[in-house]
Structure formats: structure tokens, C-alpha cells
Nanobody, 122 residues
Framework: QVQLVESGGGLVQPGGSLRLSCAAS????????MGWYRQAPGKQRDLVAL???????NYADSVKGRFTISRDDAKSTVYLQMNSLKPEDTAVYYC????????????????WGQGTQVIVSS
């Protein structure tokens, strides 16, 4: 089994910053991709940022220039640095990780974190 533990959410004023963390643990051979999604009330869950292993990062247009995704492979952790936050960034943020569990296998498994609330408000 693979577990994802998210942290770093909270209440922040417009223009402020937060850094989200997502640590993966369990039966993992390699991490193929890590990303962040968000979901506001009454809205669908949308991609915020994605960082594949050995590939280029991808960002939603609404966060380009403000958010930065990064990863620490030694800690199996992905981060989302969020700067210049706006009220429209308010949502529950979910970590998404795709892994393989054995060297000989190409089978991939995807896992969601539990979500962390981000509220941007005065």
C-alpha cells in the first residue's frame, strides 16, 4: 500500500504565500509522476501542477508565474510553493502520485492524498 500525507494548508491573506508538502510512503519502487490538483465547492477537481520523473513540468494557466512545483526524491516528497495568492485560489488541494512497485514491472498505480484546505481571504 501507498500512503500520501499532505500538510501546509491554512488561512492566508491575498498576496501571501503558502507551501504545501506531500510525502509518499509504503510499497514504492519508483515514483513516475507527482502533481497537485484542487477542488473548490461546486467545482470539478482540476490540475494545478504536474512534475513527471524526467519530464517537463506543467502548470494551469491560472497559476503560472505564481506557483512552483518541486520534488525531493530522497524524501519521496513533492512541494507546491504558492506565492501572490488570490481569493480564487481558495480550494482543497490534493496530491496525486503515480508509482511502480517492482523493478521488473511496468504496472503503474495512482494514489490521492487526503486533501489540505487553502483559504485566501482578508
Amino acid at each position: 500500500q501507498v500512503q500520501l500525507v499532505e500538510s501546509g494548508g491554512g488561512l492566508v491573506q491575498p498576496g501571501g504565500s503558502l507551501r504545501l508538502s506531500c510525502a509518499a510512503s509504503g510499497s514504492i519502487f519508483s515514483i513516475k509522476a507527482m502533481g497537485w490538483y484542487r477542488q473548490a465547492p461546486g467545482k470539478q477537481r482540476d490540475l494545478v501542477a504536474l512534475i513527471p520523473s524526467g519530464g517537463s513540468t506543467n502548470y494551469a494557466d491560472s497559476v503560472k508565474g505564481r506557483f512552483t512545483i518541486s520534488r525531493d526524491d530522497a524524501k519521496s516528497t513533492v512541494y507546491l510553493q504558492m506565492n501572490s495568492l488570490k481569493p480564487e485560489d481558495t480550494a482543497v488541494y490534493y496530491c496525486w502520485v503515480v508509482v511502480t512497485t517492482a523493478r521488473q514491472s511496468n504496472r503503474q498505480y495512482g494514489y490521492w492524498g487526503q486533501g489540505t484546505q487553502v483559504i485566501v481571504s482578508s
